[in-house]
C-alpha cells in the first residue's frame, strides 16, 4: 500500500456528497451561533429605533458595509 493513497483527490460520488453535508452542517451551525445574535441585535434596534423610518436604508447599508469591509480586512491578516 502506498503512503500518499489518502492523499489522492476526492473522486467518489459519496465522498463529494459528504463533503457537501459536513459543510452545509458547519455553515449552518455557525451562522446560528455567529451570525445570529448579530441579526437580532440588529432587529431589535431598528425597531425601538421606529422600524422602517427614514433613515432604515442608511443603516442597513452602514452596518452591512462594516460587517463585510471588517470580514474582508480580518480576511486579508
Do not use: K
Not at 459543510?23 to 434596534?45: E, K, N, Y
Amino acid at each position: 500500500m502506498d503512503c500518499c493513497t489518502a492523499l489522492d483527490p476526492v473522486t467518489s460520488t459519496f465522498d463529494l456528497a459528504m463533503l457537501l453535508v459536513l459543510g452545509l452542517t458547519i455553515s449552518v451551525g455557525h451562522c446560528t451561533g455567529m451570525c445570529g445574535p448579530l441579526v437580532l441585535a440588529f432587529s431589535a434596534a431598528q425597531s425601538e429605533a421606529g422600524g422602517h423610518s427614514r433613515g432604515f436604508v442608511f443603516r442597513t447599508l452602514a452596518y452591512n458595509f462594516g460587517r463585510v469591509s471588517t470580514y474582508a480586512v480580518q480576511g486579508l491578516a
